[in-house]
């Protein structure tokens, strides 16, 4: 994208109303198979050693203390889910972003409602999956 973009969504409110009239959901079940074959595959050892070694896997603080294998797994899994939904979305926020941070110019929190939802959506799946598959596992 050139510097138009800028031009097409000058302000959050503009790139609000087009997400509002564009954004496909992303579910916990769109990225369930991911997370659960990579839970599987690492047999379930998903966090920093220090932490599992301690043994107190909590709900409260085990998004803090995933390996760093672990969160990459996730984010790519949720990130191809959601560019699968919303490829036009995707692209334009960070098109928006990037020219903001390339150029100087532009406000690049145009797009915030982009990294809000896709970081709610992270929390939320991951405790979703928390629940599913790791409060209740025994080592």
């Known amino acids: 994208m050139d510097n138009d973009i800028f031009s097409q969504f000058p302000d959050r409110e503009t790139f609000d109303k087009y997400w509002n009239e564009n954004y ?45 294998e672990a969160q990459f797994a996730f984010q790519d899994g949720l990130t191809e889910v959601f560019y699968d939904k919303n490829p036009e979305l995707y692209e334009t926020a960070f098109a928006l972003f990037e020219e903001a941070q390339m150029t100087g ?27 599913e598959m790791l409060s209740n596992r025994e080592d």
């Open 105 to 131: 110019q532009g406000d690049a929190s145009v797009a915030q409602t982009f990294h809000e939802t896709f970081n709610g959506l992270y929390a939320e799946f991951l405790d979703t999956l928390f629940e």
């Open 24 to 68: 496909v959901p992303v579910t916990y079940e769109d990225v369930a198979v991911v997370f659960r074959d990579f839970v599987k595959s690492a047999e379930g050892h998903i966090y920093l050693s220090d932490y599992e070694e301690k043994g107190c896997i909590s709900k409260e603080d085990f998004k803090d203390n995933l390996s760093q």
